[in-house]
C-alpha cells in the first residue's frame, strides 16, 4: 500500500472509518485517534486531509447523505406511471426500514447534530432537497414533501418496532397521500 501523501485513498479510508465509528460509538465517540487507528493511517494525516473535527464530520456525512440520496434515485427513477412510482415509494420505505442497521444510526446521529449546530442543518436541508427532486420525478413538490417526511417516519418506525407493519399499509399510507396530487 502506498504511504505518505502518494496514497491517493487514504481520505476517503478516514472518512469511511469516520462513518465506521459514527455507526458504533456516536458523533461524541469520535475522536482524531479513534479515526487515525480505524483508517490504519498515521495520525499527522488527519489535520494533513482535513481542518478539522468539523469538516471531517461534514463530509463524512455528505458521504453518507449521497449514499442515502442514490438509493432513492434506485427505487424512483424506474418507475413509468404513477402506480409504479407508488409502490417504488413503499419499496423505498421496506428497504431502508429493513436494511442497515448502520444507515438508521448515522440518520439519527445527523439529525441529533444537525438539532444543534446550524451547518449541520443546512447538510440535512440538503439531503432533504435532493431526496425530493426525486420524489418530484412523479409527484407534486407539495406531495413530495410529505412522501419525503413519510419515508423518513415509516422507515424509522418500521426499523424499530418488535412487529413491524407490512407492505400493504406502508402502499395504503403512501397511496393515500399522493390520492390528491396534482401530476
Not at 486531509?49 to 432513492?72: C, K, M, P, Q, Y
Request: aromatic share 4%; no cysteine.
Amino acid at each position: 500500500m502506498a504511504t505518505g501523501h502518494t496514497d491517493p485513498q487514504r481520505r476517503a479510508r478516514i472518512v469511511a472509518a469516520t462513518l465506521d465509528l459514527i455507526a458504533e460509538d456516536g458523533v461524541a465517540g469520535v475522536s482524531h485517534r479513534k479515526i487515525a487507528a480505524r483508517a490504519g493511517v498515521p495520525l499527522g494525516s488527519m489535520t494533513y486531509h482535513f481542518s478539522g473535527i468539523d469538516e471531517l464530520l461534514g463530509e463524512a456525512f455528505r458521504s453518507f447523505t449521497d449514499h442515502i440520496v442514490a438509493l432513492f434515485d434506485a427505487h424512483l427513477a424506474p418507475p413509468a406511471d404513477r402506480d409504479e412510482a407508488r409502490a417504488a415509494v413503499a419499496d423505498l420505505i421496506h428497504a431502508l426500514s429493513e436494511g442497515s442497521q448502520r444507515d438508521l444510526v448515522l440518520t439519527q446521529e445527523l439529525y441529533t447534530l444537525a438539532a444543534r449546530r446550524p451547518a449541520y442543518r443546512e447538510l440535512t436541508r440538503e439531503w432533504m432537497a435532493r431526496s425530493r427532486a426525486h420524489l418530484e420525478k412523479h409527484f407534486d413538490p407539495g406531495t413530495a414533501r410529505q412522501l419525503d417526511a413519510l419515508v423518513e417516519g415509516l422507515t424509522l418506525h418500521r426499523a424499530l418496532s418488535p412487529a413491524p407493519h407490512d407492505r400493504a399499509l406502508t402502499l395504503e399510507a403512501v397511496t393515500r397521500i399522493t390520492a390528491t396530487d396534482r401530476p
